[in-house]
């Protein structure tokens, strides 16, 4: 523990002139959050190769592509597994210290407001201080602190161990040198000024787009879907154009003096068959960009803002409303608590993410960190599209904006509350039905996506190959953006990314050791954080953690392997089947209220070998198949001669309730379940005799099946759906699973 040293180093710091040598390497200020491991080359981050098709007459050729050449770096990223203390930390416990210290402090809506410590207090404020003066914001759920006016931030055991130097030493206020002025190691300082380079040298050689000629501006505006937005908006915003890449530039002013950070480039390509892609790409990476654009246009006197999700949303909104408005860094998918202080300042935030049903979901999410009675959401629908669509359609946006409806609602409501929830489901089946699996296209047959707010049971023999289907279930999710927390405490975190890694590389990497680096580099991109637990756990402390996550990162998706390992020997005493169901109850609860999916990996009960496995065959009682909204078996059949045969049944669903079953083939190389079926034979269960001839092989085979569709069979030949909302026990008739 370094709270000694920093005492020791604090203590002589204050005894000096309030500005001596470094302290100790505690945090990570915002203008030096550039730790990560990500090593961007002395090269340029932005390249465009040659022979690349043209994109459009006007510019002769270059498709946008943004690439990152990328080499290795041994150093951890702390990000990629989720701890929490022993005793988690509540508001209680931070009012309480802070009062114990003398600390005056008021509510917030996420952070907790506190005269700065880091300086000498101002002598035009009155002893005591008034609240317009709390500089300092610690926020109620981790304890995370940041001083607007000297960026100082860090912990809440790094400001415990302030406020005890202050009280040791017998002072009113703390050098922020001690927390900005720790020593760098040559790593970091180099990768901090590589990236710092970087960023200058593409806003230096990027152009505004009132120096371009009109023909060139009015065709990058209609690139980017900005044709409404006027140039003294572009100009108000500082938003520039790099040539190379034909990339928008948005830079990230920060830091006391307001000094370029960062900037997120976005790219436009056409597909062949002319849809336009976007891409993004930002410098420093995506986790490391905590950039509020527009922040700086906010005047401190401002109460109200709009929230959007890109920033080109934002500029049509400030330029119909005149409201300030701020994008979030990374869009729907994540709010960083360390934007949270930025936005205290707002007694009204409304959130007005995008027109689509993922942007709705965003929101409400968004609106709990935020808190609930200051927001408002706008409801996307046919009138209500995106901030950028809207504009371009003539729609009115201040009125859009004023309609938008408080996120805070009571226990009980009317249909007339529901109506539009209702209709806005019917009208977006398909984004209602959740995010769609790309490997598995079964899969989205049966259960038709994934969904936020559910609880997955999914189960199978041992030894069947669970984790491994389960891990690159999760995987194909997490690589389009699902955040992703998993939760492995069977095997350890270095086994499982190794088969996740080879998942996503589909190749054994142990065979082309020289091609580690460049898939590793791009899997550390993806949005996925492991707990650090092994063996038998605690449930709470399970629950803590995931809740940690989900509110530092978002989390939508938590896997779980397995149950078993959350019922330890603190509960031998008690009854085993009464503590299954509490913890299934617990995730339940935890899905519902945090709008997280949980997958549920359970052990089945020991079964015979030649029988199938059913939702009964779930270890425990009927408890987990109650409360699951799916369940998924892992369906193995064990042959003599070969290796056997798997398959994946739904047994429960209860979105539509569509079930069944469908063959998996598992490639032992690429360690995935993903493969398409080569041939119809290998789904069936049925021996056939070899002959010479393969015409007569395929008669027999037609034979038997003719023979087959008489007689029940136990093994389902082909992949089928059936409607139902029970879950029971399933009759075979060798085609596939029904439900009764």
């Given at each position: 523990m370094w709270t000694g040293r920093f005492l020791r180093v604090a203590a002589s710091l204050l005894k000096g002139a309030g500005c001596g040598p470094s302290g100790p390497k505690i945090w990570q200020p915002p203008t030096k959050r550039y730790f990560s491991c990500l090593l961007v080359h002395r090269r340029s981050v932005l390249q465009y190769p040659a022979g690349i098709p043209a994109w459009c007459h006007f510019y002769g050729g270059l498709k946008p592509t943004v690439l990152f050449p990328l080499c290795r770096t041994l150093k951890k990223d702390a990000k990629a597994s989720i701890d929490v203390p022993a005793h988690p930390l509540t508001v209680t416990d931070i009012k309480q210290y802070l009062r114990s210290k003398g600390v005056p402090f008021h509510d917030g809506y996420s952070c907790l407001h506190a005269?700065?410590?880091?300086?000498?207090?101002?002598?035009?404020?009155?002893?005591?201080?008034?609240?317009?003066?709390?500089?300092?914001?610690?926020?109620?759920?981790?304890?995370?602190?940041?001083?607007?006016?000297?960026?100082?931030?860090?912990?809440?055991?790094?400001?415990?161990?302030?406020?005890?130097?202050?009280?040791?030493?017998?002072?009113?206020?703390?050098?922020?040198?001690?927390?900005?002025?720790?020593?760098?190691?040559?790593?970091?300082?180099?990768?901090?000024?590589?990236?710092?380079?970087?960023?200058?040298?593409?806003?230096?050689?990027?152009?505004?787009?009132?120096?371009?000629?009109?023909?060139?501006?009015?065709?990058?505006?209609?690139?980017?879907?900005?044709?409404?937005?006027?140039?003294?908006?572009?100009?108000?915003?500082?938003?520039?154009?790099?040539?190379?890449?034909?990339?928008?530039?948005?830079?990230?002013?920060?830091?006391?003096?307001?000094?370029?950070?960062?900037?997120?480039?976005?790219?436009?390509?056409?597909?062949?068959?002319?849809?336009?892609?976007?891409?993004?790409?930002?410098?420093?990476?995506?986790?490391?960009?905590?950039?509020?654009?527009?922040?700086?246009?906010?005047?401190?006197?401002?109460?109200?803002?709009?929230?959007?999700?890109?920033?080109?949303?934002?500029?049509?909104?400030?330029?119909?409303?005149?409201?300030?408005?701020?994008?979030?860094?990374?869009?729907?998918?994540?709010?960083?608590?360390?934007?949270?202080?930025?936005?205290?300042?707002?007694?009204?935030?409304?959130?007005?993410?995008?027109?689509?049903?993922?942007?709705?979901?965003?929101?409400?999410?968004?609106?709990?960190?935020?808190?609930?009675?200051?927001?408002?959401?706008?409801?996307?629908?046919?009138?209500?599209?995106?901030?950028?669509?809207?504009?371009?359609?003539?729609?009115?946006?201040?009125?859009?904006?004023?309609?938008?409806?408080?996120?805070?609602?009571?226990?009980?409501?009317?249909?007339?509350?529901?109506?539009?929830?209702v209709y806005g489901e019917l009208a977006n089946i398909e984004h209602v039905a959740g995010i769609k699996w790309a490997r598995f296209p079964e899969l989205n047959r049966l259960l038709k996506g994934h969904r936020n707010g559910e609880l997955t049971v999914f189960t199978g023999p041992t030894g069947s190959g669970k984790t491994t289907f389960i891990s690159e279930y999760a995987l194909d999710l997490c690589m389009q953006g699902v955040n992703t927390l998993w939760g492995s405490f069977e095997i350890k975190n270095v086994r499982l990314a190794k088969i996740m890694l080879t998942q996503f590389a589909m190749q054994r990497l142990e065979e082309n050791l020289e091609q580690y680096d460049s898939w590793a580099d791009k899997f550390e991109e993806l949005p996925l954080y492991f707990m650090t637990f092994h063996g038998q756990q605690n449930v709470k402390t399970v629950l803590d953690t995931m809740q940690h996550a989900v509110y530092l990162y978002d989390i939508s998706h938590v896997i779980i392997d397995n149950l078993q390992f959350m019922m330890g020997q603190e509960n031998l005493s008690v009854d085993k089947f009464a503590v299954q169901d509490h913890i299934i109850g617990a995730f339940r609860k935890f899905a519902t209220n945090n709008s997280c999916h949980v997958t549920l990996i359970i052990h089945p009960r020991k079964e015979e070998d030649d029988k199938e496995l059913q939702t009964a065959s779930i270890f425990g009682t009927a408890k987990a198949s109650q409360e699951a909204d799916n369940v998924l078996i892992l369906q193995e059949k064990k042959l003599v001669t070969c290796p056997g045969r798997r398959s994946l049944q739904v047994a429960k669903n209860r979105f539509d309730g569509d079930v069944g079953i469908f063959p998996l083939e598992f490639n032992k190389t690429t360690l995935t379940f993903s493969s398409p079926v080569k041939g119809k034979q290998k789904l069936r269960k049925v021996k056939v005799e070899k002959t010479e001839n393969p015409e007569q092989t395929e008669e027999a085979e037609t034979k038997v099946k003719a023979e087959k569709d008489v007689k029940p069979a136990k093994a389902p030949k082909a992949p089928r759906t059936v409607k139902g909302t029970s879950v029971g026990k399933s009759e075979e008739n060798g085609e596939g699973k029904k439900q009764q």
């Open positions: 005269p700065s410590i880091f300086g000498k207090p101002k002598s035009d404020v009155p002893e005591g201080g008034v609240k317009e003066s709390y500089s300092m914001f610690i926020d109620k759920t981790t304890g995370q602190f940041l001083c607007k006016e000297t960026l100082v931030e860090g912990s809440w055991e790094d400001l415990q161990d302030c406020l005890e130097v202050m009280q040791k030493e017998g002072q009113t206020w703390i050098s922020p040198d001690i927390l900005l002025s720790y020593s760098e190691t040559l790593e970091d300082q180099d990768e901090r000024e590589r990236e710092l380079k970087e960023v200058h040298r593409i806003w230096s050689s990027s152009v505004s787009l009132l120096d371009l000629l009109e023909e060139e501006a009015q065709l990058i505006k209609t690139m980017f879907q900005m044709n409404k937005l006027t140039n003294n908006t572009l100009k108000k915003f500082g938003v520039r154009f790099f040539k190379p890449t034909k990339s928008l530039v948005f830079p990230w002013f920060s830091g006391r003096d307001s000094s370029l950070h960062g900037i997120k480039l976005l790219s436009a390509a056409s597909k062949e068959d002319g849809q336009v892609v976007y891409t993004e790409a930002t410098v420093p990476k995506s986790s490391n960009y905590h950039n509020l654009f527009g922040l700086p246009l906010v005047g401190r006197k401002d109460t109200e803002v709009v929230l959007t999700g890109s920033e080109i949303d934002s500029m049509a909104v400030s330029q119909a409303t005149g409201l300030p408005t701020l994008a979030l860094p990374r869009g729907v998918s994540c709010l960083p608590p360390v934007l949270l202080p930025y936005l205290e300042q707002f007694k009204k935030v409304t959130l007005w993410l995008g027109g689509d049903m993922r942007s709705w979901e965003a929101s409400k999410i968004f609106s709990r960190k935020l808190g609930l009675k200051r927001c408002s959401l706008v409801r996307p629908g046919e009138f209500q599209p995106c901030p950028s669509e809207a504009l371009v359609h003539g729609r009115n946006l201040a009125r859009i904006v004023k309609a938008s409806i408080p996120a805070a609602h009571k226990s009980i409501v009317s249909f007339k509350q529901l109506r539009e929830d």
